[in-house]
């Protein structure tokens, strides 16, 4: 079983929609939670990170359920420019970020 | 400021060669990763340099990889005997320091093909 694991999607939405994604891990004692944006043949880069207590950047929120090991991020009032893959990082021990495979987001005018 | 930079862009080499992969962290961050991302996946941890150490080399598939970070700045992660396996994005990323509240800023990425 992968530590980190996102459905792949794609998800095809409209501009303006709102879409959810989730991620789960395995491991109880990981410690950080990040979601990460790629764009396509570009690098990682970090879009916020996950608090208990749920956190809200603009049109972002991200919630951790440590009880379930589950990761969600909202994206609300869709852009075009939102196209790009979602990575859910966690860590573990020390600060090597683990990576799940990502969830492929496509908003269409 | 200038971010992470890698070189080569890309690489193109035969199966049983030798590539050396370089990257340059940002001036000042002391903490140093390297991660590997093969098509459709995350990037996977490969090694952790704080300052010239290794503080963490978990993630080095086997003794084929190695890397260095001699005077704590530039890092250069070495594949001996390379195989088709090792085709891959290998990404470099560096932070402030080795908490995990320092933001790692990744590189634009090698990309490795062994034909």
Do not use: F, H, I, M
């Given at each position: 079983r992968k530590e980190v694991e996102q459905d792949p999607g794609p998800f095809n939405v409209p501009e303006g929609a709102t879409v959810a994604f989730n991620c789960t891990y395995s491991?109880?004692?990981?410690?950080s939670f990040f979601w990460y944006r790629q764009d396509c043949r570009k690098e990682p880069k970090l879009l916020m990170s996950v608090y208990s207590s749920g956190n809200e950047d603009g049109r972002f929120t991200a919630q951790l359920n440590r009880a379930s090991q589950y990761i969600s991020l909202l994206i609300r009032?869709?852009?075009?420019?939102?196209s790009a893959t979602y990575l859910c990082v966690v860590t573990v021990y020390g600060n090597k970020l683990v990576f799940g495979a990502g969830t492929i987001l496509r908003v269409k005018s | 400021g200038a971010g992470v930079s890698q070189t080569p862009s890309n690489k193109v080499t035969e199966k049983g060669k030798y590539v050396e992969l370089r990257c340059d962290p940002i001036s000042g961050h002391t903490a140093l990763y390297w991660y590997r991302q093969s098509l459709g996946q995350g990037p996977e941890f490969l090694i952790y340099f704080q300052g010239t150490g290794?503080?963490?080399?978990?993630?080095?598939?086997?003794?084929?990889f190695f890397a260095v970070r001699p005077e704590g700045s530039v890092s250069t992660l070495k594949i001996q005997?390379?195989?088709?396996?090792?085709?891959a994005v290998y990404l470099c990323a560096s932070s402030l320091?080795?908490?995990?509240?320092n933001e790692q800023f990744f590189g634009p990425g090698t990309r490795l093909t062994v034909l």
């Open positions: 491991n109880s004692a990981s410690q009032d869709s852009k075009l420019s939102d | 290794a503080a963490d080399d978990s993630g080095l598939p086997n003794d084929r005997r390379t195989e088709r396996g090792d085709s320091a080795g908490a995990t509240y």
